[in-house]
């Protein structure tokens, strides 16, 4: 639904729709919404994915116990410490 296409809410009351009408018009707009959700689950659930396989460590510092602390992960172009990167995608 654009912007163009948004419902006056006024004129669907002063027309005096009865509940079979206004059950039917929510519940499309339900169908809708519930779509887009699932639309942008997936999308949210294959980023995770990409950021989880994609990411390449691009800076490593090492302690003297021999234990490595990645300083900075680029992914698809974007540079940051591990968890500014984790928050994004």
Known sequence: MDTDDSVNWDDLV????????????????????????????????????????ERVVTDVEEYDDGYANIILEEHRGIEGPPNHLEEIF
């Open 14 to 53: 002063d027309i005096s729709l009865e509940p079979r009408t206004w059950y039917s018009f929510v519940q499309a707009q339900i169908d809708l919404l519930r779509t887009h959700v699932l639309g942008l689950e997936k999308q949210i659930d294959e980023s995770v994915k990409a950021y989880e396989k």
